[in-house]
């Protein structure tokens, strides 16, 4: 079974720019979600879908971040204008949605985002 | 406000020795608690999880978990270290409201010493 995929896997912008990244997730799983890594510290949930509708955006800067999950598969998450504090690795996660406990969320390897 | 602490940001261990990774909890509610994973370019992994069934979970690898509410410590154990343990390893909560928003430590980085 594939996992998730994401791209880039690595890029590097001037600040003030705009950036766009690309999740594909496991066939099948209904929840995606999109994560922020900044160095040293734990990944802190952004946007999380469910099929193409928003179940939670409570942590996403809506002034510069925005995402999209259109035909509820792919995923898009784009920043304009980035900052510095931008800097950091987005991680998209998909899960099977059962209703119940928990679901397993499955991890992409990330994109690793600089600002400079 | 559901939140976790990991007590050590790095714990060194020789290959063979016990590895004890420690993480206490903070939740109005109980809680759904984990372990993820991180290896160095890869996605993290999920190594177990705790949902209010049995207290010690067992996890991949030969990992487990007690969970212990009257000390509110989910700590993270292995009796032999190896050295493709080596990783960074994140203790997580979820959110009573959301079930599938994560709430993640601040990560504990081990090292194995051959």
């Known amino acids: 079974e594939a996992g998730v995929a994401q791209s880039p896997r690595y890029k590097i912008i001037e600040k003030r720019q705009s950036v766009a990244f690309w999740c594909n997730p496991i066939s099948g799983h209904a929840t995606l979600y999109w994560y922020q890594q900044i160095l040293g510290q734990g990944p802190k949930l952004l946007i999380q879908f469910q099929n193409n509708g928003v179940v939670d955006d409570s942590q996403l800067p809506k002034d510069r971040f925005s995402a999209e999950r259109l035909k509820g598969v792919d995923s898009t998450l784009k920043i304009q204008p980035a900052k510095l504090e931008d800097s950091a690795v987005y991680l998209c996660?998909?899960?099977?949605?059962?209703?119940?406990?928990?679901?397993?969320?499955?991890f992409g390897p990330g994109t690793r985002l600089t600002v400079l | 406000a559901q939140s976790v602490t990991q007590l050590d940001s790095h714990v060194s261990v020789s290959e063979g020795t016990p590895v004890l990774l420690r993480c206490n909890y903070s939740s109005s509610y109980s809680p759904s608690l984990f372990w993820y994973v991180q290896h160095p370019n890869k996605g993290l992994q999920l190594l177990l999880k705790?949902?209010?069934?049995?207290?010690l979970v067992k996890g991949i690898n030969g990992f487990e978990a007690e969970f212990k509410k009257s000390e509110t410590s989910f700590h993270l154990t292995k009796p032999s270290a190896h050295m493709s343990d080596a990783a960074e390893y994140f203790c997580v909560v979820s959110d009573p409201f959301n079930t599938d928003k994560l709430i993640f430590g601040t990560g504990t980085r081990l090292q194995v010493f051959p």
């Open positions: 996660a998909s899960s099977q949605f059962s209703g119940g406990n928990t679901d397993t969320q499955y």
């Open positions: 705790y949902t209010s069934a049995a207290t």
